[in-house]
């Protein structure tokens, strides 16, 4: 017969999943052990296996987890009545504030997604791609055309506004919510060619 599920199992496998994340960040996914993953959580070796069947299947959930939650966020933006400048801006923005508290989950999404399989690599990669088209099709209506009016211009200008947001993260990781806003502006202007957002 099989084992009933824990009425808490949601809330355990969330914070298995929070704790693995820094697990993996401070000590890297090659080196860590489900051993030190179940110890950091307080949690037996056998009892973490009861979550998830491997190391790989546990840095896809937290990946999924976080990529996917991202994703949503930001597609759930509602631009209808916005011209495309302040939609840009409320993308930038949101991102930025996704970002908060997701450190360990966003410093291991390159290593991560490279350690999985095709299969879960695709899925991955799907998430990330849609939110380069989405901050594309905003960018393609307010920056200027010689940023944008190529298919590699486009591709270069959104890749590097992301590129921007990562350098924040990485830098700023204990900004608040103003300093994010104030940094989301910033970028804003500087892709719009403004003095100011």
Partial sequence: MARPIAKDHS???????????????????ARASMAQVAEACGI????????????DALVFDILDSYLRTLRDRLAQ???QGENPAS???????ETLLAYEGMDAEHQIQTDGIASLGCKEQEILKSYQRDMVVQLGDILRFCAPPNLVGTKAGLKAT???VFGMLNWFYMWNRNATQVD?????????ALVLGRTSA
């Fill in 87 to 93: 939609q840009l801006l409320r993308f930038v923005n």
């Fill in 180 to 188: 994010r806003t104030r940094y989301a502006e910033h970028v804003t």
């Fill in 11 to 29: 809330e355990k496998r969330a914070h298995i999943l929070r704790i693995a994340a820094r697990v993996f960040a401070d000590g890297g996914i």
């Fill in 77 to 79: 933006l509602d631009r």
């Fill in 158 to 160: 959104t890749m590097s």
């Fill in 44 to 55: 037996s070796k056998a009892n973490i296996y009861h979550y998830y069947d491997s190391k």
